[in-house]
């Protein structure tokens, strides 16, 4: 196919293309992803969530100038940004368009940026992102960032997705911070606090620590005991904090790797796609089998109490889908 091999060649109008395909579920675009799938596997996938207004699109600006123009004698990696965006209500499109906000890296062939709408999905992440992200990593890009739309707690999606979580905070969000501990800090590998030029960063940094620390001692929130989450201070306007943050995101990396939980992580995100592409063709054999007039009968004996839902459920379902 023509559009994979210029993908793999590096054409970005072709990447840009078959993205948007993946976006309308085209079937051209399903089957160029079939033929991408073996070539992906190499990236390293960084969430980046949180709540609104703490600046994460301005931190993962930085982040990708820090990838792109390292310190030392580090090479420069190819990047890729999914930033994930609530929908127009108008057109349906990524309210932020082309991410205007990353305007700094423009003209960078090695840097790639794709606004993504939710359309109306919950968990902050638009349904397409997990097959663009295989399609970037295919096309060759050594480093994925996802930037979620600011949701709140359903954002806990992005830990299915990526390979190391970077949750953002900021001084002065008071019960928004209270609002996300019970979801967001546990997926947290990495916690920043940006915006740390403003007052009371001393008391939200404390906050997490301790939110942190009394997580750990609490069984069944899926922590992981081997890795301590760093809590860092970033300043994404003045690059402040930049290479804490980026040193800490390499040692994550190379704890994955020397842990064997890449390939953990790995097959647990095929797994959750998997179960949710089986549950959506599951769905549509069912609505294609179903009538609107038994739908409506089972509605109708529900509201008389004639039948549980646990029974209109067998009855809509047990002979359809077989």
């Known amino acids: 196919m023509k559009l994979v091999e210029a993908v793999l060649n590096g054409d970005r109008m072709a990447l840009a293309r078959l993205l948007t395909g993946l976006e309308s579920e085209s079937e051209a675009s399903q089957k160029a992803l079939d033929l991408l799938f073996p070539y992906a596997g190499k990236a390293h996938l960084i969430g980046v969530t949180g709540a609104s207004g703490t600046g994460k699109s301005s931190l993962v600006s930085q982040l990708v100038l820090a990838f792109r123009r390292p310190d030392k004698n580090a090479r420069p990696k190819r990047t890729a940004v999914v930033a994930v965006d609530p929908s127009s209500p108008y057109t349906g499109g990524a309210l932020l368009g082309d991410r205007i906000r990353m305007r700094d890296l423009a003209g960078d062939p090695g840097v790639f940026i794709r606004s993504m709408a939710t359309r109306g999905n919950a968990g902050g992440l638009a349904r397409a992102t997990a097959s663009s992200v295989q399609v970037l ?97 970033t300043n994404a306007l003045t690059g402040e904090g930049l290479p804490d943050l980026i040193e800490a995101i390499y040692r994550h990396s190379e704890y994955l790797k020397d842990s064997g939980k890449y390939a953990t992580r790995a097959r647990a995100r095929l797994e959750d796609e998997l179960k949710g592409r089986i549950q959506e063709r599951l769905l549509e054999r069912w609505k294609m089998q179903t009538s609107e007039d038994d739908l409506q009968e089972a509605l109708e004996q529900l509201s008389r109490r004639e039948i549980s839902p646990r029974q209109a459920v067998q009855n809509l379902v047990e002979d359809k889908i077989t």
Do not use: C, H
């Not at 600011?150 to 830990?159: D, L, P, R």
């Not at 209270?178 to 404390?206: F, H, M, S, Y």
């Not at 997580?215 to 809590?231: C, I, M, N, R, Y």
């Open 137 to 233: 990593d295919a096309a060759g890009f050594e480093i994925i960032l996802v930037e979620t739309v600011g949701a709140g707690q359903a954002e806990v999606e992005i830990a299915r997705l990526a390979d190391t979580i970077v949750v953002v905070e900021a001084p002065g969000l008071g019960d928004e911070i209270q609002a996300n501990k019970a979801g967001i800090l546990e997926i947290a590998d990495i916690l920043v606090v940006n915006k740390a030029d403003r007052p009371g960063v001393e008391q939200t940094e404390r906050y997490l620590r301790g939110m942190l620390e009394m997580s750990s001692k609490q069984a069944g929130l899926g922590l992981d005991e081997e890795w301590t989450t760093p809590v860092l201070r």
